[in-house]
């Protein structure tokens, strides 16, 4: 017999604490047992292993290779670049969305969600998708060659405007969640005590906003410090960030040494972004008072809130919509579909199968992804729950969000150096991609029900299990029927992720197998008008499939807070 909802609230308000303390601590030990074994095979194995052999020398580790390495003057100047370039695309990034952040927080105007939507579009696509977008705009034989000769692709702008395209949305979704929640009546009075109007946003609403401004620009240095795809095809031989240069070093000079300190380098400031960017949310969430957002946001008055709306809505055509109009512009050429129509065909070049075949590869892959990402985030969410874990939880936490700050390029040679060997043996296994995909769409899993889980009353819990129900029967009679919105949510978010993986990818995706990223730079990286108009056809697919993802995704969730 179910457990009713009445039932399980009527126990709830007799079940004691202490009875199901020990219970509750051993189902989380439980729960965490096969996300920590999916995390210590797939990811902590394959990146210990590929590091180890790349500081090994006459069969002994040698920590002081890293010295070594660092005092190459060409490795210096990939550190200098990497980290110039994140904080150049941080602060562009942040100065070209914050007023897009004000706008959606504060304005109300037909079309809104719409607008919001596309906006978002940029963050979900692959990073293939955006370089080879800008290269459409930029490049050689794109639109600003074709209307005034200039062109900037191999220059940084290039780079640089391709991140605050990627990352625009993660300033206005992240600030402006938290600017929409925010009294304005606190502004209003101190204009009313005689400050000026920036003299009232410098003082009180600022302060406000730094946390979420803070998160923000932390996010976005994450991004781009850890920059691949745009760097690689944007970038060319002048440009490398340590991403790019773990992928040379790897698969082209064969120098492991090199590429495993780069790979230790790379997740020591990772790590500390991510330590910083934890301290901020949890400032954020502790030291504000919030009001609904649905009550803060009007249509814009006067001159200066239309002139300021104008523009953001000109940044947003001219940064966002562009890049990809010219994108699905030139997949078309002057031939119409002609690119499109060549994709079924063999070149017996860079492909063993037609590339159009990559599309169904990478629909089977993200599914098979999802599907791993899902199951081990949802169990590793549900062992999260309760607030006042121990350090062991929490450093648990911690290694959920090691992916993110692990060189992807590492992790995919990983897979192909340890992953060779029974009972392990998966090099010519269809799975070793789904499983790399799958490590970068678990910390999205997690981050996207943790919070609807930790919602969910813990008075139901314990009272199903004082009427008898297993831990299972618990979460499907209890916390599934209340999380499945975000179940769903996470899900397309895997989804989106898995489909526009690269960095691993591009080692394990076999030749007759190719994923669309793969397809698209293998496309990039040949000569012919041909190649870079199915290069061009190839991402506007991506992209198309990647924007159905987003919307539905719109339509599952129910944003109160703004936020990712």
């Not at 996300?35 to 990146?47: D, I, L, N, R, T």
């Not at 199951?375 to 993110?404: C, E, K, N, S, Y």
């Amino acid at each position: 017999m179910d457990l009713t909802r009445t039932e399980v609230t009527r126990a709830g308000k007799q079940a004691g604490k202490p009875a199901g303390t020990v219970r509750g601590s051993a189902a989380r030990l439980g729960l965490m047992a096969v996300p920590v074994a999916f995390f210590a095979v797939f990811f902590a194995y394959p990146v210990a292993a590929i590091v180890a052999r790349g500081l090994e020398v006459d069969g002994v580790c040698r920590l002081g290779r890293i010295g070594d390495v660092l005092a190459q003057s060409d490795v210096r100047h990939v550190l200098w670049f990497t980290t110039w370039q994140a904080l150049a695309s941080t602060a562009l990034t942040l100065l070209v969305a914050l007023p897009g952040a004000y706008v959606f927080a504060r304005f109300d105007f037909p079309g809104k969600q719409v607008l919001r939507a596309v906006v978002t579009v940029p963050f979900v696509l692959p990073t293939v998708v955006v370089g080879t977008a800008f290269l459409a705009l930029v490049g050689r034989g794109g639109l600003l060659d074709d209307l005034w000769g200039l062109r900037l692709d191999t220059t940084v702008w290039a780079i640089l405007l391709a991140h605050v395209f990627f990352n625009y949305a993660v300033v206005v979704r992240t600030v402006g969640g938290l600017w929409a929640q925010l009294d304005p009546r606190q502004e209003e009075a101190a204009r009313m005590l005689g400050a000026s109007r920036l003299r009232a946003w410098r003082q009180v609403t600022l302060p406000a906003l730094a946390p979420a401004v803070a998160a923000a620009a932390l996010m976005v240095f994450l991004f781009t410090f850890t920059s691949f795809g745009v760097v690689q095809i944007l970038g060319g031989p002048t440009f490398s960030t340590l991403e790019v240069e773990i992928y040379r070093q790897t698969s082209q000079v064969f120098d492991l040494s090199t590429a495993a300190v780069l790979t230790l380098i790379q997740f020591a400031a990772v790590a500390a972004v991510l330590a910083v960017h934890a301290w901020t949310v949890r400032r954020r969430e502790s030291a504000l008072r919030l009001v609904d957002a649905a009550t803060t946001a009007r249509r814009p008055r006067g001159a200066g809130q239309w002139t300021l709306f104008a523009g953001v809505l000109g940044t947003v055509a001219v940064l966002l919509v562009l890049p990809l109009a010219v994108l699905v512009q030139r997949s078309l050429g002057a031939s119409g579909f002609g690119y499109y129509r060549a994709l079924t065909r063999e070149d017996g070049g860079a492909f063993l199968v037609p590339p159009i075949e990559a599309i169904g590869n990478s629909l089977q892959y993200a599914v098979a992804a999802t599907a791993i990402a899902v199951v081990i985030g949802a169990l590793a969410a549900t062992a999260l729950t309760r607030r006042d874990a121990g350090r062991f939880v929490r450093g648990f936490d911690a290694l959920l969000m090691l992916p993110l700050g692990v060189s992807a390029v590492t992790v995919g040679f990983g897979f192909l150096i340890a992953l060779d060997e029974p009972p392990l043996d998966l090099r010519s296994s269809w799975i070793l991609v789904p499983l790399a995909q799958a490590l970068v769409g678990v910390p999205f899993v997690v981050r996207t029900m943790l919070p609807v889980l930790r919602a969910v009353d813990g008075r139901l819990r314990e009272a199903a299990a004082v009427l008898g129900a297993s831990p299972w029967r618990v979460w499907r009679e209890v916390d599934l029927p209340m999380v499945r919105r975000a179940l769903l949510v996470a899900a397309g978010f895997a989804f989106a992720v898995s489909l526009g993986e690269f960095g691993a990818t591009v080692f394990i995706a076999r030749p007759d197998n190719p994923t669309l990223p793969v397809a698209v730079a293998r496309l990039l990286g040949r000569p012919g008008d041909m190649n870079y108009g199915q290069a061009m056809a190839l991402s506007t697919i991506l992209m198309l499939v990647c924007a159905v993802a987003l919307v539905v995704l719109e339509r599952l969730r129910t944003d109160r807070s703004g936020e990712f």
